[in-house]
Each structure stands twice: as C-alpha cells, then as structure tokens.
C-alpha cells in the first residue's frame, strides 16, 4: 500500500502509525493465541492495523482486493465455516457499500464477524466526497443483531478487540483516527453496553464517542479550570447504548452535549435524543458533529478546525449550552 492509506497526523497532516499499529499488534496476539482467528482486507492488507497479523500468518490472510463488497462475504463464509474473522474496511465503504451483506450475510445469521472500520469522519478528507465516513454509525445502529462500538483511543480499542472476540453475531468496530489526546493510560475494564465515564462533574455532560472523547476530555479539563465542572462519558458501546448512563446524565447535571466525528443525523447525538424523548426527561440538548450537508475537502486537521471538531470547538459549545 502507499501512504495514502497510513494514519495521518491530525495536527500537520503528516503521515504517522500510531493508532492503527497499536491496532495492529493486538490482532497479532489475539492470533497467536487463536488459530480461528483470520484477516479478511479490501486492498489493505498490509495497513498498520493488519500488516503485523499478515507478515506473520500470511496463510490466514485473504486480499479481496478492491472488492468490498466480497471481502464482506467471504469473512461472513469463514465464520460459517467455523473461523473467526476479522475484515478491514475504508469506513467510508465498509458500512455504505456494504450494508446489505453486513445485513444479510452476518446479522441475520448470527456469523461472528468483527468489521474493523477504519478511516472514520473526515480522515481521508483529501480524498474528497467519495472518501468521508458519515453515515457508518446511522447505518449499523439500524441493523438487528449487530454490535456497534467506537473506542476513542489505542488503549480503549485493544480493550474492545478483546472484550468483544466471544460476542455472538457480528461486531461493527469503529476505529477512530488519531491518538493525539489519548484518553486512557492503559486498557480500561469494558463492560458490554455500558459508557465509561472519564470525568465527572454535575453542571453538565459531554457524551462522545471515538475522537469526540479526545476533545471532551480536553475541554472539560480547561472548562474545571474555570469552576465548571463537566461530565464526560465514553460511548465506546454505541450498540447496545447505555441507557441508564444517559437518563442518569439527563437527571442529574444541567445540560447535555454530545460530540462525534459523523453526520449529526442518526448518530450519537440522535441515539441519545431518542432517550432523553422515550424517558420523558425535560433538558437541554445540542448535538456537536458534522453537518448535514456536503462537506469541504481538505487536509483532516484542517477540516476539523473548520467544523469546530477540536477541543476549543467543543468548549464554545459548551459554553453555549450554560
């Protein structure tokens, strides 16, 4: 693979592996302890996320090439077959393209399949429309019998890798671009269907998921500088959702925020409004994401800063909402 396809730095736009190698090294050992365990890739089989697993057990490796569609069905024939696969997608195309076989072939079968859906957001921006993810979590949340989760640094998506390989039926995984504002100094204890809260506080809550927790640490962490204290809670399960996590957040502090790296239709922030609506709870929401409508092209960096996914994005916001 060229360059185009390593992570890049959210800051310069340079090319980095830093999140997708960490990634990367826990499939390896996940696979050296697994002999099920295989990699199905569309034309990235030798990503920073995969390359490792490959270079090892290239008998245990299938290249669909730039077949997207068929990677997704052969990884769903594996796990008929008794394998545990996991197949890697450009998240523009693993979820849009493909919804009709994560659908057909893994969901309504209960085939233990893992997606790893990287590139999340506007992380290929430079690639342009064809290349933004921002409708994969509107998309899998609609899918009975799928999981849906979206770790929001290296540590919290080698915890995911584990804790979701014995999961029945198939498993959407969301990989957030970037570690540049990592969250958790080591693996957290993840609990199925359960938000992790990183920061507590009771004037408000920021709900994120992927590289939204990135910044709301970091604007929450400024804002307790100011007296105001904020709640953050990682909705790493974006499927099934805590609902307890929320209506308690609702309850109890001011305001609600929620913040992601997708369209702000049918992601995060409408999971959480539908349980704020079916609880009957009167609050303040706003939802923090991309707009709904056609996006810039650009370096990601740039494109974050121009739609206020950035730590003193969210702090304006927020500032909005008191």
């Not at 996940?30 to 990503?47: F, K, Q, T």
């Not at 064809?130 to 899918?143: G, K, M, Q």
């Not at 999981?147 to 995984?173: E, H, M, Q, Y």
Request: net charge negative; aromatic share 6%.
């Amino acid at each position: 693979m060229s360059d185009m396809a390593d992570p890049f730095s959210f800051n310069t736009g340079a090319v980095e592996s830093k999140y997708g190698g960490a990634v990367g090294l826990e499939l390896l050992a996940m696979g050296e302890s697994d002999p099920a365990i295989v990699v199905v890739a569309a034309d990235l089989g030798v990503s920073p996320i995969t390359g490792a697993f490959v270079t090892k057990y290239p008998h245990r490796f299938i290249e669909a090439g730039i077949a997207e569609n068929n990677a997704m069905s052969i990884a769903a024939g594996l796990a008929a077959g008794g394998m545990k696969p996991y197949v890697l997608q450009m998240a523009a195309f693993g979820a849009l393209k493909c919804a009709e076989q994560i659908r057909t072939d893994m969901a309504y079968t209960e085939m233990p399949v893992r997606i790893l859906s990287a590139w999340t957001g506007l992380a290929m921006g430079f690639f342009g429309t064809s290349h933004h993810a921002l409708e994969d979590i509107a998309i899998t949340r609609a899918i009975p019998g799928l999981t849906v989760v979206s770790p929001c640094d290296d540590n919290a998506a080698r915890a995911l890798l584990r804790t979701t390989a014995d999961l029945l039926g198939p498993v959407f995984i969301r990989l957030t671009e970037g570690n540049h504002y990592p969250v958790y100094a080591e693996p957290p204890v993840v609990k199925h269907g359960h938000f992790i809260t990183v920061r507590e506080g009771d004037d408000a809550t920021i709900i994120a998921t992927g590289l939204g927790v990135q910044l709301a640490t970091g604007a929450a962490d400024a804002l307790a500088r100011e007296g105001i204290n904020i709640r953050v809670l990682d909705a790493l399960y974006l499927k099934p959702l805590d609902e307890v996590a929320i209506v308690d957040a609702a309850r109890t502090t001011r305001a609600i925020l929620t913040v992601e790296e997708h369209g702000v239709i049918g992601g995060l922030g409408s999971a959480v409004a539908e349980v704020i609506a079916r609880n009957g709870i009167a609050t303040r929401l706003q939802l923090h994401g991309l707009p709904d409508t056609r996006l810039a092209v650009g370096k990601p960096a740039q494109l974050y800063s121009h739609y206020g996914l950035t730590i003193e994005g969210v702090i304006e916001r927020m500032r909005g909402l008191l």
